[in-house]
């Protein structure tokens, strides 16, 4: 074999998200208000952007336009159906060397001089925030970073993950262990145990963090229903330990968060402010509107623009003002796509629970991220992102969008389920209006709500009540007696 220097000409498929592209994908996630503070800093960085009503209506002509270069196409980043949504065949036209047709936008939204989004989105960073600051040096090449990035976007505020790897794979068009590596750089994050499937797995990450994950505390968590029913001499036999090991395991056990994303999820100290308005037409139907009030509207001074062009004579200043035209028309596009975007999946949340709005919570019906998607012809991290911080106003109340997602539960007779939250409802009025000297037992509240078409198991009572922070049958009657005395 010959030994020398040759070169080979291959080629490769890699996906990197361009820095527009990561910009507007935060731009969804952010409330209107995190909104109006980065507005607010990006008046100050860019002098061709100003505060107003749009100065012309459509189809009048714009001013000044022989002079205005054309602006920059937003198509892959951002869908003509007024929809901003994230397709890996689109992700990467300028790559470092920001040569592509968003070059100039790309290189002055990623530079010093324009602020970060994330300066905006509270006191305390969001969990995404947390775990994409640690992609970097967690992730082999920018490719893993990429779908380890796209795998956060599926993560609940607890920290679970809440999609198929193999619909996964199949949707980016990767190998199956590819997305498994990538879920593996998330779970090596803080905190541990994100990123788990399940509460085992959750439980598992931690206690191999801890360095305990033996064969006998592997068999414990992998049985966690038995500890949850009390089962103990079973689970001393399967795990092969006395009495006294077994209360240390529980001990470690109970020191272990099953929910780790809450410690990153926390609510922004600022008052919640709508950011979507919702009324009765007089049709019967809904109005349905963003909030305006607190998104400030931005145009590009056009006779500014002509004014300083015609005083740059060397190239540098010319290309400088044309990065700053770039910035403008791009973050105005970006801002008007991510408005279209919150209220085409606002429309179909109304659309889809209806009866809440109408009679209240017993009609929240099961909503899930992926129905809402499916009828939008959007991703489901899309939805994610648009539902996360954001909060809709009607007479009933202010709910963030989030709550409108609940999972179904007690089938009925129609073949379709009850939400969790018109469920929990219902246990809150049954409890809430029983006799002080009937009190309602699990078994008997499992039986009501048969008899109302919830077909639910007394665990899962059990569970929902001890969730509204109601108390046993035991402890309700106490606390009657006491009310009563």
Request: one cysteine or more; proline letters at 4%.
């Amino acid at each position: 074999m010959a030994l020398g220097p040759r070169l080979d000409l291959r080629q490769s498929q890699s996906l990197v998200m361009t820095p527009q592209l990561q910009q507007a994908i935060k731009l969804l996630a952010l409330s209107n208000l995190e909104i109006e503070a980065f507005i607010g800093d990006a008046l100050e960085a860019n002098p061709l952007l100003e505060a107003g009503e749009m100065q012309r209506e459509e189809g009048e002509p714009a001013t000044n336009d022989a002079d205005m270069p054309p602006e920059p196409s937003a198509d892959s980043a951002i869908g003509d159906d007024g929809a901003l949504d994230i397709d890996a065949a689109s992700l990467d036209r300028d790559r470092d060397t920001g040569d592509g047709e968003w070059g100039a936008a790309a290189r002055g939204l990623a530079g010093d001089e324009l602020p970060g989004i994330e300066m905006h989105e509270g006191a305390a960073p969001s969990l995404t925030d947390h775990l994409e600051e640690q992609l970097g040096p967690a992730a082999r090449d920018a490719r893993e970073a990429f779908i380890a990035r796209y795998l956060i976007g599926f993560l609940d505020e607890a920290g679970y993950l809440n999609a198929d790897l193999r619909e996964t794979a199949t949707e980016l068009g990767i190998s199956l262990a590819d997305t498994e590596r990538a879920l593996e750089v998330i779970q090596s994050l803080d905190p541990t145990g994100v990123g788990a499937r399940s509460l085992s797995e959750c439980i598992a990450l931690q206690a191999k963090e801890a360095d305990r994950y033996d064969p006998c505390m592997a068999r414990l968590i992998d049985n966690l229903d038995l500890v949850a029913h009390g089962e103990f001499a079973r689970l001393k036999r399967m795990c092969n330990v006395e009495d006294e090991d077994l209360a240390d395991m529980l001990g470690e056990l109970r020191g272990y968060n099953p929910k780790p994303g809450l410690a990153h999820g926390g609510e922004a100290q600022n008052a919640v402010v709508p950011d979507i308005l919702l009324a009765p037409s007089v049709d019967g139907g809904w109005d349905i509107k963003l909030n305006e009030d607190t998104l400030p509207r931005l145009v590009v001074n056009r006779d500014y623009y002509v004014e300083m062009r015609g005083g740059c004579t060397d190239k540098s200043s010319r290309a400088w003002l044309g990065e700053k035209l770039a910035d403008a028309n791009w973050l105005i596009k970006a801002l008007d796509q991510r408005q279209k975007t919150i209220l085409k999946t606002a429309v179909e949340i109304v659309k889809q629970q209806d009866g809440f709005f109408r009679r209240g919570v017993s009609e929240l019906k099961p909503l899930t991220l992926r129905e809402v998607a499916e009828e939008i012809e959007m991703h489901e991290s899309t939805v994610s992102r648009v539902t996360s911080n954001k909060y809709l106003h009607c007479e009933r109340g202010t709910f963030e969008l989030k709550y409108f997602f609940t999972s179904g539960v007690g089938g009925g007779a129609d073949g379709e389920g009850a939400s969790s939250e018109s469920v929990k409802a219902r246990i809150k009025a049954l409890t809430d209006a029983e006799n002080p000297k009937k009190i309602l037992s699990d078994d008997k509240l499992v039986e009501l709500l048969k008899s109302e078409g919830f077909d639910i198991a007394r665990r899962t009572v059990a569970k929902y009540r001890e969730a509204m922070g109601i108390g046993s049958s035991v402890q309700r009657r106490r606390a009657k007696k006491l009310e009563n005395f």
